[in-house]
């Protein structure tokens, strides 16, 4: 199913796998160099920026093909137009096959503006084709972007797609949804609960038992993203605000109306984000972990938005003494654990970071310079080796 030659691609998670173990202190630096010199790999680039930097060029050479193609629309009349979107689409879709299997790219900036670049001509060309009364056919467009995102994550394995065919899945469930159900904006929320949860099952057991690593990543990020629409398919501010949105009542000047079942959205708001607190404990899912932190977060920030119950400065002060209060008392409790929940460095982190982090700390505040060794003297002394000027007692 993938566009790239499987020994290579193995080859790349092998690669990654050692550069952990070299990063936790498993094998040293000399180890892991020798290693990866042996490995044939497909190319990418593991530094974020210099990806970024290469997927602006790939959008500007991207863009500039289709620009050059465009040269040509001059002489077309009526809507032969879109026939050069479909080819803008066939060119995106093109590079990135010639790119993927010839050049061995495989994350390295160029493919993914191709790929990203040649789904969203497909989906353009795609709603101006099947438009309604002259209009541009949205639920085609987030149709095709669901289909063709997800079929390019099967082939090409970037994590960008997968992303985007969660977005577009989501799109057409909540668009289906919303217009063609009598009660779709009614019961719109729990049916993105309901889609979120059966996501997260799904890929949680499909994670359990994949054999191949080469869509754990895109799994992983299925999984977080289900978490977090689940959460906010039932917060309060998410419904009520998105609500009063989607009404035909938008030109309405202030502030949005209450919404039915209000108290069942506000029990939701604060209960999963604990759950997933306890949830992530229980099971050591750091994923959970975070999102229920930031999920916790955002339900405070919900409560201060329709209820003040104190000035802004006083709230933050109590919730920042709050947080320590619970933070040191945690450090206290887990930092001699040496299983289960612990506050010690994790192994598949840098090993010296705590200490690094301290030195700068003691730095910082008090003012202490790392002590310079002085440079030694060329001439050795204490020797005595002529005329008794030396302490050997020697003439």
């Not at 101006?128 to 972007?145: E, Q, S």
Request: aromatic share 18%; hydrophobic share 45%.
């Amino acid at each position: 199913m993938t566009a790239y030659d499987k020994d290579l691609l193995n080859n790349v998670y092998l690669d990654e796998e050692a550069h952990r173990l070299k990063q936790s202190g498993f094998i040293s630096e000399e180890q892991y160099k020798s290693f990866s010199k042996q490995l044939l790999k497909l190319k990418s680039h593991k530094n974020l920026f210099i990806r970024i930097a290469f997927f602006i060029l790939g959008c500007l050479l991207y863009s500039s093909i289709c620009g050059f193609v465009s040269l040509l629309l001059l002489a077309s009349n009526g809507n032969e137009y879109i026939y050069f979107i479909y080819f803008f689409a066939i060119i995106g879709f093109g590079t990135k096959e010639f790119m993927s299997r010839e050049m061995k790219y495989f994350g390295f900036g160029l493919d993914d503006a191709f790929i990203l670049g040649a789904i969203l001509s497909l989906s353009i060309a795609v709603s101006l084709t099947f438009d309604i009364n002259y209009d541009p056919n949205y639920l085609a467009a987030i149709i095709v972007i669901a289909i063709a995102s997800s079929g390019a994550y099967l082939r090409y394995l970037n994590l960008s797609l997968a992303l985007l065919a969660c977005i577009g899945i989501t799109g057409t469930i909540a668009y289906l949804t919303f217009e063609y159900l009598i009660i779709g904006k009614a019961i719109l929320p729990f049916v993105m609960m309901l889609f979120s949860g059966i996501g997260y099952f799904i890929s949680k057991k499909t994670l359990k038992n994949l054999s191949f690593p080469y869509y754990y990543k895109g799994l992983k990020l299925a999984k977080g993203f289900c978490l977090i629409l689940f959460y906010l398919a039932g917060n309060y501010y998410v419904v009520r605000e998105l609500n009063f949105n989607l009404s035909r009542d938008y030109l309405y000047d202030g502030p949005s109306p209450e919404i039915p079942f209000a108290l069942l959205f506000w029990v939701f708001t604060f209960t999963i984000p604990i759950l997933y607190l306890v949830f992530s404990l229980k099971n050591k899912d750091r994923m959970m972990l975070w999102i229920g932190f930031l999920a916790l977060c955002f339900s405070f920030f919900t409560f201060r938005t329709y209820h003040h119950v104190l000035p802004p400065e006083a709230a933050l002060t109590i919730g920042g003494l709050v947080l320590f209060a619970f933070t040191y008392f945690a450090i206290k409790k887990t930092k001699h654990n040496e299983t289960g929940i612990t506050f010690q460095a994790d192994r598949f982190t840098n090993p010296n970071a705590f200490a690094n982090i301290q030195v700068l700390v003691s730095a910082s505040q008090f003012g202490i310079k790392p002590e310079i060794k002085p440079e030694e003297s060329p001439m050795e002394f204490g020797g005595g080796g002529f005329s008794g000027g030396g302490s050997g007692g020697e003439f």
